[in-house]
Each structure stands twice: as C-alpha cells, then as structure tokens.
C-alpha cells in the first residue's frame, strides 16, 4: 500500500514539473468570429449588399436565408452580395446567417435581420366628368 502511495506521489511531482502534460506551449485555440453586420431596413426590389467580416482572415464564407420570404440564388458563397430585396405582398422581414470558416476549421456564425417595406398600395380610382 505504502508503495501504491509513494508512486502516486512520484507521478504527481513529475507532471508538474513537466506543465501537467498535455499541451505544447506552441498549440492554441484559435478564436474565431464573424460578424455580418447591423439589422437594417430596405423597400422591396431595392439594391443592398450584404457584406460580412471574418477574423482571422483567409476564411470562407456562406450566407443563407433562415427566416422569411425566398431570395433568389440562397447559399451563397462569398464575403459580400449586391442583392434586390424580393418583391413582398405586405412589410416583412428576412433573417440571413452567414457562417465564417476560419483558416483553422473553426466554424462560427452571426445573423442579420432585413426588414423589408412593400410598396404595394391599392390602386386609387381618379373619376373625370367628360364634358361633351
């Protein structure tokens, strides 16, 4: 038992003095992020970018839609997108996710909310008295 006790012991010092095993000074985690920028507001059929910044650099990028009305050419792949709002019966909004995969494999992800305005209105009749 004493010698079970005495190696216990022995092992313990010798991982501390090696730093605990496990890990070289030269492996880190990397931290990754994305960002894909600020909720914004557009009128149906207008031109907007979408537009996201990835750290560390030299990542790959792919948007998609989450939430709301079918956009034209969803995944796509890419940091930035000129795009036109789809054309909406009523005012609604559209949450895209853009995910960031890091050099390193890391994978993360943001979200961006886009409310769109329609610009549907009901016809308004105009009568004209034909005085002939």
């Known amino acids: 038992m004493l010698r079970r006790a005495s190696l216990s012991v022995v092992a313990s010092f010798l991982l501390l003095g090696c730093g605990g095993g496990g890990s070289d000074s030269n492996d880190t985690v990397e931290n990754a992020s994305v960002n894909a920028g600020a909720d914004f507001s557009v009128e ?8 996201a910044v990835g750290s560390p650099s030299g990542g790959t990028y792919t948007w998609q839609v989450m ?12 940091q930035e997108h000129k795009l036109a709002a789809p054309d909406v019966k009523t005012d609604t909004s559209a949450t895209l996710k853009v995910e960031y995969l890091a050099p390193s494999g890391v994978l993360v992800s943001d ?18 008295k034909d005085l002939t």
């Not at 939430?67 to 890419?78: D, L, Q, R, T, V």
């Open 44 to 51: 149906e059929k207008a031109e907007f970018t979408l537009s």
């Open 67 to 78: 939430e709301g009305p079918a956009m034209e050419g969803f995944p796509k792949e890419g």
């Open 111 to 128: 979200m961006v909310t886009i409310s769109i305005g329609s610009r549907n209105q009901l016809p308004i009749p105009h009568i004209k």
